[in-house]
């Protein structure tokens, strides 16, 4: 199959693929996703297999509008998920609730009575859903396990072959995927942390809990997507924390054969000398957000066997961006000798 690279003025293009059944990539504002109808199984379906993704790990459904939720969605949490949906719809908020009974496939929400819904804060997506005239789920559009992809270019080189198309509106803004949130837990609880922090949540809805902290390989969790391997490039990756430690990091790591990578702030890389392959996380926890995926990536393209990436203190927004490379790192950090 050839995957064609659409811009936002063949929306109908993108629509009609969809009414066909195929899958198509579309843009978010957090990363992009695997665009397929979320009332048709059968398509639902493909999306798993073109991904690799196991098919316990439920889909996030993507809307237009509020009003596209209700069609899906049970009213029972309605009061609080209309004060979400005033604050930061479109945007990168999830809210799971429970759904009205038959309304959607098992293949969508991984055979839970519940389901995740999302309106990104993107034009040219909203006009696709629109024009569509249904929901759509949308996985991120990497292979399972791999970074997610911030740019068309990333979900080509991923799914090439395996889509009808790939709508493309440039890099996205922040780079990692959205903030969960489950109504249908006795309080609020965030299932996987994003750009809307646990304080924001908190000032809507009163308590929130937090539950993406200590979710293991053993362990059932909420979200179970959580649980899979994640946002792995093949080289290995040593989160630095201290700034300072860059150079003993280093020497530690730094191979004679072959250069080793370095994803830090401008302040760092700045620094620098010698035969490294660097990356810009830009100047801070946000800016390092949106570059962290595309970093990686571009790393990995040039075959590093260690990543060096840099670390921020994990709260506010650093807290998304911290489980994101502490995934991807596999929780390895940099200890300076004496500490190990
Ligand atoms: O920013 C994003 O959310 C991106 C863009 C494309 O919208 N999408 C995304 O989808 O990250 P995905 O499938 O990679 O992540 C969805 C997460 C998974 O961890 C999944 O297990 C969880 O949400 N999830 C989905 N439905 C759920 C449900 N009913 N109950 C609990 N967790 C659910
Ligand atoms: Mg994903």
């Known amino acids: 199959m050839e995957t064609l690279i659409l811009k936002d003025d063949q929306i109908q293009r993108a629509a009609d693929?969809?009414?066909?059944?195929?899958?198509?990539?579309?843009?978010?504002?957090t990363v992009y996703g695997l665009g397929a109808d979320a009332t048709r199984s059968?398509?639902?379906?493909n999306v798993y297999a073109a991904k690799g993704r196991p098919s316990d790990n439920p889909l996030i459904v993507h809307v237009d509008s509020p009003e596209m939720v209700w069609q899906y969605a049970d009213n029972c949490y309605k009061e609080q998920a209309s004060k979400l949906m005033d604050q930061f719809w479109p945007g990168p908020l999830t809210i799971i609730m429970p759904i009205q009974a038959g309304t959607l496939s098992k293949q969508v929400t991984g055979g839970l009575s519940t389901a995740a819904f999302r309106m990104p804060n993107n034009q040219a997506t909203l006009d696709l859903i629109k024009t569509f005239g249904?929901?759509?789920?949308?996985?991120?559009?990497?292979?399972?396990?791999?970074p997610s992809p911030t740019e068309a270019k990333h979900v080509y080189h991923d799914l090439k072959g395996k889509i009808a198309a790939i709508l493309d509106d440039?890099?996205?803004?922040?780079?990692?995927?959205?903030?969960?949130?489950?109504?249908?837990?006795?309080?609020?609880?965030?299932?996987?942390?994003?750009?809307?922090?646990?304080?924001?949540?908190?000032?809507?809805?009163?308590?929130?809990?937090?539950?993406h902290h200590k979710v293991s390989q053993e362990e059932i969790p909420k979200a179970p997507g959580m649980k899979y391997k994640h946002y792995a490039p093949n080289a290995q990756v040593i989160i630095v924390d201290d700034?300072?430690?860059?150079?003993?990091?280093?020497?530690?790591?730094?191979?004679?054969?072959?250069?080793?990578?370095?994803?830090?702030?401008?302040?760092?890389?700045?620094?620098?000398?010698?035969?490294?392959?660097?990356?810009?996380?830009?100047?801070?926890?946000?800016?390092?957000?949106k570059h962290l995926f595309a970093g990686l990536r571009a790393l990995d393209d040039q075959n590093v066997?260690?990543?060096?990436?840099?670390?921020?203190?994990?709260?506010?927004?650093?807290?998304?961006?911290?489980?994101?490379?502490?995934?991807s790192a596999g929780q390895q950090h940099f200890k300076k000798q004496g500490e190990k």
């Open 243 to 289: 700034p300072n430690d860059f150079a003993e990091a280093i020497k530690e790591y730094a191979q004679a054969s072959e250069p080793i990578g370095i994803l830090a702030t401008d302040l760092i890389l700045n620094e620098l000398s010698g035969n490294y392959k660097t990356y810009s996380l830009g100047e801070d926890v946000i800016s390092a957000s």
């Open 42 to 45: 059968e398509v639902v379906k």
């Open 305 to 327: 066997p260690y990543i060096l990436a840099q670390g921020f203190p994990e709260s506010g927004h650093g807290v998304a961006y911290g489980n994101r490379l502490n995934k």
């Open 17 to 29: 693929f969809l009414a066909d059944g195929q899958l198509v990539a579309f843009p978010t504002e």
């Open 170 to 211: 440039g890099p996205t803004v922040i780079g990692v995927e959205s903030t969960v949130i489950d109504l249908s837990a006795d309080t609020p609880t965030i299932l996987r942390p994003g750009m809307i922090t646990e304080e924001e949540l908190t000032d809507v809805l009163g308590d929130v809990a937090s539950d």
């Open 134 to 146: 249904k929901p759509i789920v949308g996985p991120s559009a990497n292979t399972s396990g791999k």
